[in-house]
């Protein structure tokens, strides 16, 4: 079960973070992802983390501004998001996929078989 949590309405060139707990014991052997989804629009990748969190992926449209990482000890990952826009607004989901004891990170939303509820951003002008 993952829990998604950090969201709320902050003002363009803030700073959020978000939080993914999961209640998994083995997280460290899921690789893990953020994705987010505005209205009318398909779910896009955010950023993704391989399971022991040496490896990253960053969608063009964040890389720079967010960063993504995880603490296995708590069984949670993360993203931070500064210098948002307003075009960063949507509902953000993490996901994750077992992958040990491989080391890949998924870059595609369908290859994520977990997902968490959902936390709103929106980023005022």
């Known amino acids: 079960q993952l829990q998604a949590s950090g969201g709320g309405l902050v003002q363009t060139g803030g700073s959020l973070r978000l939080t993914c707990a999961a209640s998994?014991?083995?997280?460290?052997?899921?690789?893990m992802g953020w994705f987010r989804q505005s209205p009318g629009r398909e779910r896009e990748t955010v950023a993704a983390?391989?399971?022991?969190?040496?490896?990253?992926y960053y969608a063009d449209s964040v890389k720079g501004r967010f960063t993504i990482s995880r603490d296995n000890a708590k069984n949670t990952v993360y993203l931070e998001m500064n210098s948002l826009k307003p075009e960063d607004t949507a509902v953000y989901y993490c996901?994750?996929?077992?992958?040990?004891?491989?080391?890949?990170?998924?870059?595609?939303?369908?290859?994520?078989?977990?997902w968490g509820q959902g936390t709103l951003v929106t980023v005022s002008s």
């Open positions: 983390i391989n399971r022991r969190g040496g490896s990253a």
């Open positions: 998994e014991r083995t997280f460290s052997s899921y690789a």
């Open positions: 996901a994750a996929q077992f992958v040990y004891p491989y080391m890949n990170l998924f870059r595609n939303p369908n290859e994520y078989t977990y």
